[in-house]
């Protein structure tokens, strides 16, 4: 009679034998075995990803090409973040005795809504051998009162790299919305502003370098939650922000009238989209950031507006393209969509009407194109064409324009 050579029990004892060369082993065995295995495994695929070879780091002519994959237009931004990224793993990999210490360079990011901020993270994301995280400052207040402790923002960090608090310490973090942490007073004495002045000066520490306590699970601090240690000293910070209406601060350090009686809308639309390349940190100082959180993110940057051409190669150009999504959905019911392309050009322009930017573009046509996959994939047809007066009146059904004019 058979038996399993690891536990030695037989075969009828077992759910499952299995024979090999010269040598049997039993399905609970195996199972051990492969549990054994996998974690051993997760362990040196950890201890791998702690290190980094400088042979095979993306150059940052290559992360931009992989941004320019996904985000269309930004050339100026994506060649910012392209370096700060590449210079991040240079950083990484320098010894400890070497004469020169090489600091980091946190990145700001300022740009209208819709113009790319979050997909630029989220896409320099694929491609990174480092844990990335994208946290939202909007919830944060300081410690005390209801909201996210700033330490929080660290939590989803550790989340991406399984808690491995060495790998943690050597990754990226994306705050978005850091204007909305922006001082809501020039005085601020007049009263204490939890979640504005306050959230900045709690950030200090961590876009300069030191040692947090984080909680494991997020949420508030207490006395009974045991704490991991966490050194932000190599965590590289990118900060982005609409900061809406900085273009004032701009146009009065520059002394440009964007406004007034002698200044004609098409002069004054350019002279708007123009000034955010004037943008330097006094102005983000004037909009309502202390004077030592703009030192400690020295790199600033901007997004431009999204022009027509612009949007119009958004619809269909990036590899995750809204019109390509549908497309393929449509496909894997065994339809053929046809999308005329003046469906797209009015895409576009309710996009522009509605001042929605990029993101505008993805809810005009999913409102589109909702009664379509409801019905289509039960409809049992092989092929499918979009035309724009079915997009008007689609349109017209969800109050769009209704929205329009309140607006």
């Keep these: 009679m058979m038996h399993c050579d690891f536990c030695g029990r037989n ?32 362990q040196a695929d950890k201890r791998a990803a702690g290190t980094i070879n400088m042979a095979e780091l ?71 051998k480092v844990p990335f995280a994208i946290v939202d400052a909007t919830v944060l207040t300081e410690a005390g009162y209801v909201g996210e402790d700033i330490e929080s923002l ?48 709690g950030l200090l520490k961590l876009l300069e370098g030191s040692v947090v306590n984080v909680p494991p699970q997020g949420g508030r601090k207490h ?62 100082r004037s909009y309502g950031l202390i004077p030592e959180i703009i030192g400690r993110l020295p790199i600033l940057t901007n997004l431009e507006p999204l022009d027509r051409d612009a949007l119009r190669r958004i619809l269909t150009e990036p590899k995750n393209a809204i019109t390509k999504q549908y497309v393929k959905l449509l496909e894997m019911d065994g339809v053929e969509l046809v999308i005329d392309d003046d469906v797209l050009d009015f895409v576009v322009d309710k996009a522009i009407e509605y001042k929605l930017g990029a993101r505008g573009l993805r809810s005009i046509f999913e409102t589109i194109m909702m009664d379509v996959m409801y019905t289509v994939p039960s409809a049992k047809v092989k092929k499918y064409r979009l035309t724009r007066d079915y997009a008007s009146q689609q349109l017209e059904r969800a109050n769009f324009e209704a929205l329009s004019k309140a607006q």
């Design 11 to 42: 075969e009828t004892e077992v759910r499952l034998l299995l024979p090999g060369l010269n040598a049997c082993i039993c399905s609970d065995c195996a199972e051990r075995a492969h549990e054994v295995a996998r974690d051993y495994l997760q």
């Design 58 to 128: 993306p150059k940052p002519e290559q992360i931009k090409e992989f941004l320019d994959l996904y985000v269309i237009g930004q050339e100026n931004a994506k060649r910012y973040l392209a370096v700060a990224v590449y210079n991040h793993y240079k950083r990484l990999t320098q010894n400890a005795d070497e004469e020169v210490d090489i600091e980091k360079s946190n990145i700001i990011i300022v740009g209208p809504t819709g113009t790319g901020k979050t997909l630029l993270a989220k896409t320099i994301a694929r491609m990174l």
């Design 154 to 201: 660290l939590t989803r960090l550790l989340a991406a790299c399984d808690y491995n608090v060495e790998q943690a310490q050597r990754g990226i973090v994306f705050i978005d919305e850091i204007d909305k942490i922006a001082r809501k007073g020039d005085n601020p004495s007049i009263t204490r502003d939890v979640s504005g002045e306050g959230v900045q000066q």
């Design 223 to 284: 006395p009974e939650q045991k704490m991991i240690a966490v050194d932000t000293k190599n965590i590289l910070f990118i900060c982005g922000g609409a900061f809406e209406g900085i273009e004032q601060k701009i146009a009065q350090r520059l002394n440009t009238h964007v406004v007034g009686y002698g200044v004609s809308n098409h002069i004054s639309q350019l002279e708007r989209e123009r000034l955010l390349h004037f943008v330097a940190p006094q102005d983000l």
